[in-house]
């Protein structure tokens, strides 16, 4: 550390400790980025799933299940993730569980996946219903006819269509998903955006803040790159 503030000092011929500042606020800054790419991936891989089963709830022909979850629906859709962070933070300590005298605790980590899964869930779900009902009724009725039942026709047949049109769609959320994990903040949660914060604050400026929107749009960067190139994989059911 000492060597390479040095090295950064006369490379630059900069103050010392204005250097070493600026090598901690970036290796603190790469460590939040772990975290919120965790936050990001974890959210990710159980929302996608929870997702189709709510799409399939909505779509459901029984008047209980489907109305129950619009109802949910209505409920996430229309309430601000912020509040939905603290209301599964804190809502289960009110209810602290012991096991063998121990207290089940609800770590702030866990529950910012929880939310973030069930937002989210809420959203891929809309897009993944839209996405099947856009297929038309006459290819399943032609499935039906070459003898395909109905899990060969999804999986084999409709599935693919959807996921080609779904990608725009599912590509904005996913990169709105990078940008909201900076909310995890208020659950004192050490991503990206607290130590952007702290180094802020510490510092007293702004462009650790400046530093940390290059991180976003890195990340953002990518992930963009990846819808492109699916896009361009499914195109040939175009």
Do not use: H
Request: charged fraction near 15%; include cysteine.
């Amino acid at each position: 550390m000492n060597s390479m503030v040095t090295f950064f000092s006369n490379l630059f011929k900069a103050d010392t400790k204005a250097v070493e500042n600026y090598i901690q606020m970036l290796l603190s800054m790469l460590s939040g980025s772990a975290t919120t790419l965790s936050i990001f991936i974890l959210t990710l891989l159980f929302a996608v799933p929870f997702a189709m089963l709510v799409a399939l709830g909505r779509m459901s022909k029984n008047k209980i299940l489907s109305g129950s979850v619009n109802v949910f629906l209505l409920i996430i859709r229309g309430t601000p993730l912020m509040l939905q962070l603290l209301i599964v933070y804190f809502v289960p300590k009110l209810f602290a569980v012991k096991v063998f005298g121990t207290t089940i605790r609800w770590s702030s980590y866990i529950a910012a996946i929880v939310a973030f899964s069930i937002n989210y869930a809420a959203y891929f779900a809309e897009i993944y219903r839209g996405g099947i009902e856009a297929i038309p009724k006459g290819q399943y009725e032609a499935c039906q006819v070459l003898g395909y039942n109905k899990s060969q026709t999804f999986f084999k047949i409709i599935l693919p269509q959807v996921v080609k049109r779904i990608i725009p769609a599912m590509g904005n959320e996913v990169i709105t998903l990078v940008k909201d994990t900076s909310l995890v903040t208020i659950l004192s949660i050490q991503e990206l955006m607290y130590f952007a914060k702290s180094s802020s604050n510490r510092m007293v400026s702004f462009t650790p803040l400046l530093i940390a929107g290059i991180f976003y749009f890195v990340m953002n960067w990518l992930v963009a790159f990846i819808f492109r190139k699916l896009e361009k994989r499914f195109s040939y059911y175009s």
